[in-house]
């Protein structure tokens, strides 16, 4: 690849700094000298500290600092070393993932972005009914809840799952832990176990069923009205201008809308509800999964439900009506047949073949879980306890291990739940252990 002196960053320090140059994965380098090319030493073979290695990191100093220089490098990466942002590409560092944005810190063509995103939020707001304004006068104070937005970049990819882009994306929020009625709302909501997302797949591929998935749009505001808790917001300054309100209005919250502590279990009943007036069976042992049978009693769909993702498979006429039921009664963002794109649902992407055989995989997620970074000095203390830094890594990196076992990868079971038992008294060598881990399963 090529870059040029403007482009190549010096990670950990200046372009002044030579010494926090790290060139041991630069197969060779050029410089411009009169009329010709001299080529380098090979710095794969320059013991570290040597002279020829420091003559290397000053070449590119010089070059840093002259533009008129431009260089070729050639760098052994992988494909999951390179990441691209709104700034430019990443290399060895995996990007955040939808980081909170703070609005006062933007650029001015990117705050008009978020201003848009911020006017179709609202709309979604009142279009669902989910707020009116109100007085304050004679409200107790008590029940008048801050409210604040959420932004973030949210990623956009083409078909075929490769990020091409990103836009705007605001969520208003009401601040929830501060509802008077916390400790008395109903705030359990059920999520679709693994064991029934396979128990769904298998039964699709035994009976030759198409899979789809559906992702409800603005879910929680498509619940039924909640008047009778008289909860109200006082909203932030963006709103109270979009709306022309007074001083003296807030708005009083008739849903269960992002942030109150119960909106998840709301959302959950109104599914439900839906779903069985139009003659879908809720199982009892699994409340998230839902059957159909047809007026011959015989077995022709089944949905389960993760939140505002719907996994949906059948075959028949009557599940082609209730499915079109289905969608009629709620706005779907998203409705992809995964015989024909493969699709995303829970973090493991899913696709269908055309013997209706299902594959699950986290191939991408696997790519994505970053090894912890020691140095050559650091791994050979292996005995020494962990910093406070590596302990918080370890503690990340225990994580994306653990949901990667248990959604697509059983084998990696026993291994993580060893190194979680290590994580209180964690020494280097753990940590060595679970970068081997990392890099293993990455390859099934």
């Known amino acids: 690849m ?20 790290h060139l041991g994965c630069f197969e060779w380098q050029r410089r411009y000298k009169g009329d010709r090319w001299e080529e380098l030493p090979q ?45 430019g590409w990443t290399f060895n560092e995996k990007p955040k993932k939808r980081a909170e ?23 979604s707001y009142l279009e669902h009914e989910a707020v ?62 693994t064991q029934s997302r396979n128990t769904i797949l298998s039964l699709a591929a035994a009976l030759k069923w198409n899979v789809a998935l559906g992702d409800i749009k603005t879910a929680f505001l498509n619940g039924d009205q909640t008047v009778e808790r008289n909860i109200y917001s006082d909203p932030p300054e963006e709103v109270r201008k979009m709306l022309n309100m007074k001083p003296h209005e807030v708005l009083r919250i008739l849903k269960a809308v992002y942030g109150l502590l119960h909106a998840p279990r ?23 999964t839902w059957r159909l049978y047809s007026s011959e009693g015989v077995l022709c769909g089944l949905i389960g439900g993760h939140v505002d993702d ?17 969608r009629a009664c709620f706005p779907f963002g998203s409705w992809k047949d995964i015989q024909k794109e493969p699709a995303m649902f829970c973090g493991c992407e899913l696709r269908q073949n055309p013997d209706f055989s299902i594959e699950l995989n986290q191939e991408r997620y696997a790519e994505g879980i970053s090894e912890i970074p020691l140095s050559r000095d650091r791994k050979n203390q292996a005995q020494e306890p962990v910093t406070e830094s590596e302990r918080k890594q370890l503690r990340t990196a225990l994580g994306s291990l653990s949901w990667r ?40």
């Open 43 to 87: 710095t794969s073979q320059c013991p570290e500290g040597s002279r020829a290695e420091k003559d290397v990191a000053s070449y590119f100093v010089q070059a840093l600092e002259n533009q008129s220089e431009v260089f070729t490098i050639s760098l052994d990466v992988q494909p999951r070393d390179v990441h691209r942002s709104r700034q």
């Open 405 to 444: 076992a248990t959604q697509s990868a059983p084998w990696l079971c026993a291994s993580v739940s060893y190194l979680q038992g290590c994580f209180k008294d964690a020494i280097v060598e753990d940590v060595i252990q679970i970068n081997k881990l990392i890099r293993t399963q990455r390859q099934y």
């Open 310 to 326: 719907l996994l949906c498979c059948g075959a028949g006429p009557h599940y082609e009506t209730k499915i079109q039921e289905l």
């Open 132 to 193: 009116s304004i109100a007085s304050r006068h004679n409200v107790p104070a008590e029940r008048v809840l801050g409210m604040r937005w959420v932004l973030s970049w949210k990623h956009v990819t083409d078909p075929e799952g490769v990020p091409i882009g990103q836009k705007p994306k605001a969520r208003l929020i009401i601040k929830g832990f501060q509802d008077p009625d916390l400790l008395s709302l109903k705030r359990d909501s059920p999520t679709l176990a």
């Open 266 to 288: 709301a959302w959950a009943d109104k599914l439900a509800k839906e779903l069985e007036k139009q003659g879908w069976i809720r199982s009892k042992l699994e409340p998230c």
């Open 101 to 123: 944005i703070q609005f006062r810190q933007l650029q001015e063509s990117d705050k008009l972005d978020f201003l848009g995103a911020m006017r179709n939020e609202l709309s």
């Open 2 to 21: 090529g870059l040029s002196s403007g482009d190549l960053g010096v990670r950990g320090g200046s372009a002044n700094d030579s010494s926090a140059m």
